[in-house]
């Protein structure tokens, strides 16, 4: 049984109201997770800065927090890069999840020593990217209205084309076309994708993750690992509503609406659970085919 074709089935849902429904990229996601077998440590960069409000988006954050405690799980080290924009979401999520891990948080830097100083500083094996805005065909960053965002938040594609260029591993979880690594699919985002010639993110990663919210994508990653690893390394529906619950009550806002609201990319709660517990009833049938008993996680 392909338990990763069925992952990457439950994440296609709301890809049509994306336009990137007929994105075909079967097997990344187990690539993806076998990439990460060899690596000690791993930086995962999120955050995407709404400009309206001058606060980071609901999603991302949650998603990174779900792949950097799965990390810790097995004895790797995370270390997570985000801007002043979405710092106090990732550090209110880190700690009601009671992950202990390094927050970089990125402001103003001359952009050839911020990236050889973070390569150098944690020597990483691989880096991932959730949600996080890359730059287009004209170096610009944008939102997903063609809203350009440089100027006010940090890029980090140097960073991407910096490890590609040391040979380390690159993964880009991404829903809209905008975020670094869907230069993989630039061209369908051009052609396909709502203001697509102008917001389509042009760094390629390794392996892309395409999901109908980025957050589905990064847990999606964590059942794939679970099943490789033959170890549960997903959290409970009922973490990831606390965590919603919390990043929202500090500030976090939808993508879409731009709300402070209990949201993600304009779905409710409801929606957002019912993929989540899509992805968990995978790694539960997979459990229980290997003689494992499931357990109420936390």
């Known amino acids: 049984m392909d338990y990763f074709k069925k992952l990457e089935k439950v994440i296609t849902y709301n890809l049509d109201r994306r336009g990137m429904e007929g994105v075909n990229l079967i097997g990344e996601l187990e690539k993806a997770a076998t990439s990460l077998k060899k690596a000690d440590t791993v930086l995962i960069v999120t955050g995407f800065v709404i400009k309206d409000k001058l606060f980071g988006e609901t999603d991302g954050p949650i998603g990174t927090v779900s792949v950097a405690k799965a990390l810790k799980m097995l004895g790797k080290s995370a270390i997570i890069i985000t801007d002043i924009y979405s710092e106090k979401i990732l550090e209110t999520a880190l700690e ?23 390569l150098d500083k944690y020597k990483p094996d691989c880096l991932i990217s959730i949600e996080r805005p890359g730059e287009a065909a004209d170096g610009l960053m944008y939102s997903m209205t063609g809203e350009c965002i440089s100027g006010l938040v940090p890029s980090m594609d140097g960073l991407f084309k910096e490890a590609k260029k040391r040979g380390l591993c690159t993964i880009g979880i991404g829903d809209g076309g905008n975020e670094i690594g869907m230069g993989k699919i630039r061209r369908y985002v051009v052609d396909n994708v709502p203001y697509g010639d102008i917001i389509a993110a042009s760094f390629a990663t390794d392996y892309l993750i395409l999901a109908g919210v980025s957050n589905w994508g990064a847990h999606a990653l964590v059942a794939a690992m679970s099943i490789l690893f033959n170890k549960d390394l997903l959290y409970s529906a009922e973490t990831g509503e606390k965590l919603l619950k919390a990043i929202v009550n500090v500030g976090a806002v939808n993508g879409m609406t731009k709300q402070n609201t209990l ?14 517990n899509g992805i968990r009833a995978v790694v539960e049938e997979y459990m229980v085919s290997r003689g494992h008993q499931t357990v109420t996680k936390g």
């Open 96 to 118: 009601l999840a009671g992950l202990e891990t390094t927050l970089e948080i990125v402001d103003k830097y001359d952009k050839t020593d911020f990236y050889e100083i973070i």
């Open 263 to 276: 949201t993600v990319d304009g779905l409710g709660l409801d929606e957002n659970i019912k993929v989540f």
